[in-house]
């Protein structure tokens, strides 16, 4: 099993950003995905560049180097993301000795596993040096996501001096207060279903 | 009577919104990017991308949330910045170039191919000597009470205790109103207030005290 060197974690909407700042230029990254999540990842990254107007995504999925180069040449993408999860070692070697076909004022990215980006380093050292330091590794946002969920819903707490028990049992009531806030602590709770008018 | 027709004909107003709310999400971010790339807002882009964040509901726990959710899903929350309510000028929010801040909360939900917009609190706190501590445009989720339908949109203009009615806007607008709107007049130099203001100013401050 290769060993993939410890990189910096990013989200997709960061490593997004990250991305677009290097729009129109030749740039080259790599995203190290937990194998299995390659698809959602991609997905998620493929959204959030989207999301950022004048830009085009492509997204390839090559079985080898060969496939990858032929769709390489007929796509003009903005930026293009390419699932490298099925990339072994004798892909990354000839994709070393054939880097040059790469190039292009395009950002690309190659998605792969931790195992796939130690092949990478240690097969294709040349092509590694264009990646330099745009490695990154994915980061989940549901992590962060929860704990943003649980610091709105604390202070939501704070403000009101009531607890999730009793927002929703004076919900179901027809009791709360129309406030935002009370809305926001519902769709928190997962309960936004009794902004609804309850039945009596 | 009147009100209510006021704010049915406010709320009635066709909102031209992005049919998901990640579309949403990603609509006001770019916004927000541009508003720090013209120096409008103090905030960087990595700054912009921390504090505009799409919330969606958790998965539900117990078998009656299931049920629920069954039928009512796709809501979420898109937040910019964090939770303030006393106003607190260290908590992350966004930052204007003359020293306005402000912050926001959208509750949205996904319903037949549309974005329904259930509620919103947007607000901008001023630097001292620009007229008013701050305001806050509100939109309250539709209520069964007529009291509370009959002010389901409305502005606090400088205080907690004061609604007035408002139009209902969409996010974007909102945003626009407190990046470009909420200004001094530019052609207009800092008025001194009227002896009738300094003293409304120190009453309500002794009233602070008590």
Redesign the interface.
């Known amino acids: 099993m290769s060993m993939a060197p410890t990189l910096t974690g990013m989200t997709a ?2 490593l997004a ?1 990250r991305l677009f700042a290097e729009a129109g230029e030749a740039t080259y990254a790599a995203y190290v995905i937990p194998a299995g999540h390659a698809a959602d990842a991609i997905e998620e990254l493929r ?2 560049l989207g ?3 004048g830009i085009a995504v492509a997204v390839l999925r090559p079985a080898s180097c060969a496939e990858l180069l032929r769709e390489l040449a007929g796509t003009t993408a903005d930026a293009i993301l390419i699932d490298a999860a099925r990339f072994a070692r004798p892909e990354w070697l000839q994709l070393d000795r054939r880097r040059s076909a790469l190039a292009r004022a395009a950002v690309l990215v190659f998605a792969t596993t931790p195992d796939g980006f130690g092949e990478l380093m240690q097969a294709a050292p040349n092509f590694a040096s264009w990646i330099g330091a745009l490695a990154f590794a994915y980061e989940d946002p549901a992590r962060q ?1 929860s704990e ?2 649980a ?2 819903l604390e ?2 707490r ?2 009101a001096g009531k607890s999730d028990d009793d927002v929703v049992r004076e919900a179901r009531e ?1 009791r709360l ?8 602590w ?12 309850q039945p009596t | 009577m009147k009100l209510a027709r006021l704010q049915a004909y406010t709320t009635a107003r066709q909102l031209d919104l992005p049919p998901r709310a ?1 579309q949403l999400h ?1 609509l006001l ?2 916004e927000l990017l541009e508003a720090s790339n013209t120096g409008a807002i103090a905030d960087t ?2 700054e912009v ?1 921390r504090r505009v ?1 799409l ?1 969606s ?5 117990v078998l009656e ?1 299931l049920r ?2 069954s ?2 899903r796709h ?3 898109i ?1 910019g910045g ?4 006393d106003r607190d000028h260290r908590i992350p929010h966004f930052r204007r170039s003359d020293g306005a801040w402000f912050d926001f ?1 959208i ?1 949205v ?1 996904e319903h037949a191919g549309a974005l329904e917009l ?4 947007f607000e901008l706190r001023f630097p001292p000597g620009m007229g008013v501590p701050f305001l806050r445009y ?8 007529n009291a ?1 339908r009959d002010l ?1 949109c409305h502005l606090h203009s400088g205080s907690d205790d004061m609604l007035v009615p408002a139009p209902l806007m969409t996010p974007s607008e909102l945003l626009a109103v407190f990046i470009e709107g909420a200004q001094p007049a530019a052609d207009r130099g800092r008025r001194t207030p009227t002896a009738y203001e300094a003293r409304w100013y120190a009453q309500t401050h002794a009233l602070a005290r008590r």
């Open positions: 909407p960061q950003l959204d959030e999301s950022f107007p996501q943003l969920r610091r709105r202070a939501l704070a403000w027809g207060p129309a406030d935002p806030e009370y809305a926001e519902l769709v928190l709770l997962g309960r936004a279903d009794l902004m609804d008018p | 990640k990603h971010r770019n882009p990595p991308f964040v919330l509901e958790p998965p539900p726990t949330e629920a959710r039928l009512h809501a979420y929350c937040i964090e939770k303030n309510q909360s509750v939900r259930l509620a919103y609190d509100d939109l309250n989720f539709p209520h069964h009470d509370e389901r």
